[in-house]
């Protein structure tokens, strides 16, 4: 991409009065040289495979080591029961978020979004708004796209690896993409999509990769429901008028720092934090494998 | 980085590193091959060794011998696609010198009797890199076509390759020269911006002082997975 900041893109919207997501497909058309009809048609592409992932989860299934799967299902359950009290909206959002983290874990095709480790956040808020609220798949991709314009600048300015940022850099990324793409489709504009992106990534700066046993599972799974819901709740006040009194784009640069000066034992090498627990080291000792 | 490299790719979870890159390390060697595999003896290495289970490493290694692509829903069960195709394979742990935490030795052996020996790195995002061929260095990425030239370390050799590619008219990307001592055994490494005819392949081939040519083609070759 041709922007290496939000600024520049919002700049660029409010410059040429056009949605933000239309500065972005623009930016796509000339980078790889595509037409507009095929750049616009790939990321719907994108969107349909998060809906197929969606619907072809397997409530029975766990994954080869046992250790997740089937909370999805009991998620739902619980809410058709109406045993919960976040709300129909809220409930939907944690249980696909749940899903998708588990149908990843146990093999099932997902997309990364941005990492296989976060694939859960986007599809538990756009496929949840969509079943709300009734919007187009054109409209959807253009949230989409409003997703991926947040996304690559913090590639850009920081990183989307747990393994060089720890999950802020995975689910925090995640986060703030979906909350942008949902300021969107809330009627949002440029300012509101980008603050409710740092709203979002603000809430989960710091927070480390320590994957027990190494696996993408715990706690993985569970955490994309904390970046699903994280965005809603940021999208929400961002369109109050709630500003991030941090710039957006320094708020990239600070996870960007703080991914640095995590120690490797909190970036995916499965040493510190849960991984290094008791219970953990007790898990991985019977997981280990014998190759 | 482009937008598709941050919403997609659509694959088979869960690990883009893990398992994305072990399918594409898995289809690599299977075209350097050039032939289906008959054989395979698979060494795991590091994280692939200690999580390799966890992630299905094993199982993406092995689709991706069998050429099937990231996102392919088979990936799961390519141990009993590997059994009714023929491919007899075996895994074991091992210990690289200085190799990447995510690395992989394959002994691959084809179905008309080529061998190839390869270690690979998957290094995340489901980017990947061949670090070794048949013994000697190596480092290209399989996202260019890749001629591989094995010879006797003697003048000449570089330059019949280079001419060869000159009057194809393809253009080198980068080249990397390899040698294990004077005068024994060197190996020629060029990604290049177009494929590489194959009969120019066939008459590097039969050139004195030439042990083996490897290509990495990124055509679509006709014999795929049977779905």
């Known amino acids: ?291 | 980085m482009n937008l598709f490299d941050i919403v997609g790719p659509v694959m088979v979870g869960p690990s883009s590193s893990h398992t994305a890159g072990a399918v594409r390390i898995g289809h690599i060697a299977r075209r350097l091959l050039n032939e289906p595999v008959k054989e395979a003896e698979i060494f795991l290495h590091g994280s692939f060794r200690a999580t390799g289970k966890g992630h299905g490493t094993d199982r993406a290694l092995i689709a991706g011998l069998l050429e099937m692509r990231t996102d392919d829903e088979r990936i799961p069960d390519s141990f009993a696609w590997a059994d009714k195709l023929g491919l007899a394979y075996s895994f074991a742990g091992i210990e690289l010198q200085d190799a990447h935490p995510n690395s992989v030795l394959m002994k691959l052996t084809g179905t008309k009797g080529r061998h190839l020996e390869i270690v690979a790195a998957s290094l995340g995002g489901g980017r990947i890199k061949v670090c070794e061929i048949d013994g000697l260095e190596a480092n290209f990425c399989g996202d260019y076509p890749t001629l591989i030239v094995r010879n006797q370390d003697q003048p000449g050799h570089v330059a019949e390759v280079t001419s060869m590619l000159a009057h194809k008219s393809v253009n080198i990307a980068t080249m990397q020269l390899y040698r294990d001592k004077r005068g024994g055994s060197a190996v020629l490494v060029l990604e290049c911006d177009k494929e590489v005819p194959r009969e120019s392949i066939k008459w590097l081939e039969k050139l004195e002082g030439i042990y083996k040519v490897t290509y990495l083609s990124l055509e679509d070759v006709e014999e795929g997975c049977p779905a």
């Open chain 1, 1 to 291: 991409m041709s922007f290496h900041s939000l600024k520049e893109i919002v700049s660029a919207a409010e410059r040429q009065k056009k949605p933000f997501y239309r500065v972005v497909l623009e930016d796509d058309m000339s980078e790889r040289m595509v037409s507009e009809e095929e750049s616009f048609l790939a990321m719907q592409a994108m969107y349909s495979a998060m809906r197929s992932a969606d619907e072809s989860y397997d409530g029975e299934m766990k994954s080869a080591s046992g250790l997740v799967g089937k909370d999805g299902q009991k998620m739902e359950e619980a809410i058709k029961a109406g045993k919960t009290i976040s709300g129909g909206f809220m409930g939907e959002v944690m249980a696909r978020a749940l899903k998708m983290g588990e149908s990843n874990a146990c093999m099932k095709r997902i997309v990364a979004a941005p990492t296989a480790g976060s694939c859960g956040v986007m599809p538990a808020v756009f496929l949840t708004y969509q079943h709300f609220f009734h919007v187009s798949d054109e409209k959807m991709t253009e949230a989409m796209f409003t997703a991926a314009g947040i996304g690559t600048v913090i590639a850009e300015r920081a990183f989307l690896a747990g393994a060089t940022g720890g999950c802020q850099a995975e689910i925090g990324s995640a986060s703030a993409m979906a909350a942008g793409g949902l300021a969107y489709l809330m009627g949002g504009g440029s300012q509101e999509i980008v603050h409710a992106g740092a709203i979002a990534l603000k809430s989960l700066l710091g927070l480390v990769c320590d994957p027990v046993a190494g696996l993408v599972e715990v706690p993985c799974v569970k955490r994309n429901v904390i970046g699903a819901v994280n965005a809603v709740t940021s999208a929400d006040m961002a369109m109050a008028g709630i500003v991030s009194r941090i710039p957006p784009d320094e708020v990239i640069l600070a996870m960007r720092s703080i991914g640095m000066a995590l120690p490797c034992s909190l970036k995916e090498t499965g040493e510190g934090g849960l991984a290094a627990t008791p219970s953990a080291v007790e898990i991985t000792k019977k997981l280990i494998s014998d190759f």
